[in-house]
């Protein structure tokens, strides 16, 4: 876990580029929204959507560097690597995870620095439970980027061509730049209730509440119960689709076939 | 003839790549489903944004479906050489394109057109399932004029945008010639700029001097003009002086474009470096 991890903080800090190629996304659609909202007149919402973007450089290194992480493995052999050595896979993911957040940390600090200077938000945070609903919706994102990451395995190229179709839907339905449950929700109660179940619906919830409502730890509780619940199952989820997808891909020898 | 039949080859790979590796009609459902989601994404920040302060109106979310279904057609060109060359180089078929008697210029023309010829069709989707999607979702729904001439306006428009795509194809090629490491990078950067700068959300005029200036500059701009001319104002001279611009421009694009392209695959060449692969 550790091993795997440290190779990803390495890579990313000892090639300070990649904090470049990182933070061009998250940064230029958080300002696009930010200066959407301010265009509408609304300045004062701008946070929002810097807090999005912070989010989004997270949620990109979920789907891009875990859920298909392990497809890019395979075209360059290092998967059968893996595969052989006698740490569990799930070991490897898990450290793949916290690796990735420590990776995306300076993308994401970035984009708020730049954010905050940019557009002058006013923010009055709870910083506990900031602190705590950061953690835990980190948590659950990537236990749901470790599940992916298992279903993956049964795909080949397509994985990316999913990646691409899937992002931007969570990316909407859990309301990155505008409360998708809730007050303020233009979503109807059913669609609430599905986007619900996406780790970062709740999170991107539970931290607008926490950064610019001043709502504590206490106020976002449910919010961060529901998280830590949702980490638990997502964790259990992926260590059994991981095992059940391992032992299908050995027994049709297609695990390591690249190029599919 | 050569060179026609060279972008057809390249239109028919390019389109083989992008709709073939599954059903088509499955191929162009998950290709869909991204653009939708990013002009809802956008309609939803304004109707938030704007309900809570009583500024809501039709037409403006009119603006920003139109603009940001253009938006998704216009931020996949910036992927299309980059991923043919990045792929190409790594699949070592960049190096076999290279040495043909056409080379690559057409090849890379031929993805760009496969491009459009897949996301065209998606920008009218996107247009269509927004307009039903905003009505369920906020209760009002963009005031759009569909009739066939508006269709035909907005597809000419699309038409005509083409050569400054492609000259933006050319451009970031030239980028990607020279790199096998962070190929993404730069097309990451010029898609989420054109996002700010090419009035896909809001008008140049929200941007300060001399970042609006900037805008006011760029052809896909006028592309975002002309159709809303086309579909949401019913204005003929806004319609004609947009497209004027965008054809002019996008020549201007497109020229620059294959002489950037030019020197830097040929200086790509000198130093080795255009069947690059690294680990």
Redesign the interface.
């Known amino acids: 876990m550790y091993s795997r991890a440290w190779v990803r903080v390495r890579s990313t800090y000892g090639e300070p580029?990649?904090v470049?190629?990182n933070l061009?996304?998250p940064?230029?659609?958080s300002?696009?929204?930010a200066?959407?909202?301010?265009?509408?007149?609304?300045s004062r919402?701008t946070g929002f959507?810097i807090l999005g973007g912070i989010m989004l450089a997270f949620w990109g290194n979920v789907l891009w560097s875990m859920a298909s992480q392990f497809n890019w493995d395979k075209e360059?052999g290092i998967f059968e690597i893996y595969l052989v050595s006698p740490a569990p896979i799930t070991a490897i993911l898990v450290g793949m995870s916290l690796g990735g957040i420590l990776a995306t940390l300076p993308s994401a600090a970035l984009v708020a620095l730049i954010g905050w200077a940019v557009f002058s938000t006013t923010i009055s945070p709870a910083w506990d439970a900031v602190l705590l609903t950061f953690l835990l919706t980190l948590a659950s994102l990537y236990a749901m980027g470790m599940l992916m990451s298992s279903l993956y395995l049964a795909y080949g190229?397509?994985a990316e061509?999913?990646n691409?179709?899937?992002?931007?839907?969570i990316?909407?339905?859990s309301?990155?730049?505008?409360?998708?449950i809730g007050v303020?929700s233009?979503?109807?109660f059913a669609l609430q209730l599905v986007a619900s179940v996406i780790p970062l619906t709740i999170g991107m919830d539970a931290l607008r509440k926490s950064v610019f409502y001043s709502g504590s730890a206490k106020n976002v509780w449910f919010d961060l119960m529901i998280l830590a619940v949702m980490a638990v199952i997502l964790l259990y989820l992926s260590d059994r689709a991981l095992t059940a997808l391992e032992n299908k891909g050995r027994r049709e020898g297609t695990l390591v076939v690249r190029l599919r | 003839m050569k060179l026609v039949r060279a972008v057809f080859a390249s239109v028919w790979m390019g389109w083989q790549r992008e709709m073939e590796?599954?059903n088509p009609v499955f191929?162009l459902i998950?290709?869909t489903?991204?653009?939708i989601?990013?002009v809802?994404?956008?309609a939803?920040?304004?109707?938030?944004?704007?309900s809570?302060?009583g500024?809501f109106t039709p037409e403006?979310l009119a603006y920003?479906v139109v603009g940001s279904s253009l938006y998704g057609q216009v931020g996949a060109y910036a992927y299309v050489p980059t991923s043919a060359i990045a792929e190409g180089k790594w699949s070592n078929l960049y190096p076999q394109v290279f040495i043909t008697p056409p080379s690559s210029i057409p090849y890379l023309a031929g993805r760009c057109l496969a491009s459009f010829a897949d996301s065209a069709p998606i920008v009218g989707i996107s247009l269509a399932v927004s307009y039903y999607a905003s009505y369920?979702?906020?209760g009002k729904a963009p005031t759009f004029i569909v009739t066939t001439t508006s269709a035909l306006m907005t597809a000419a428009a699309l038409v005509a945008s083409l050569p400054c795509a492609i000259g933006l194809g050319y451009v970031l090629g030239s980028y990607s010639v020279f790199v096998s490491r962070?190929e993404?990078?730069l097309p990451?950067?010029v898609s989420?700029?054109l996002?700010?700068f090419s009035e896909?959300?809001?008008?140049a005029s929200?941007?300060p001097y001399p970042f609006s200036f900037v805008a006011e500059a760029l052809p896909f701009t006028y592309l975002m003009r002309a159709s809303r001319a086309a579909l949401i104002y019913d204005s003929w001279s806004l319609y004609t002086s947009s497209m004027t611009y965008l054809i002019i421009g996008g020549l201007v694009f497109l020229a620059v474009g294959i002489y950037t392209f030019r020197i830097a695959e040929q200086s790509a060449r000198r130093k080795g470096l255009l069947d690059k692969k690294v680990?």
Do not use: D, Q
Request: proline share 7%.
């Open positions: 580029l990649w470049a190629v061009a996304v940064l230029l659609s300002l696009a929204m200066l959407l909202y301010g265009s509408t007149g609304l919402y959507a360059v190229r397509e061509s999913m691409s179709a899937i992002g931007e839907p990316s909407f339905l309301g990155l730049y505008f409360p998708s303020g233009p979503f109807p | 590796w599954a191929c998950i290709k489903v991204a653009p989601a990013a809802l994404t956008a939803a920040v304004y109707w938030f944004g704007s809570f302060a500024l403006r920003i369920i979702l906020f962070f993404w990078a990451s950067y989420g700029l996002m700010i896909a959300l809001f008008p929200v941007l680990m």
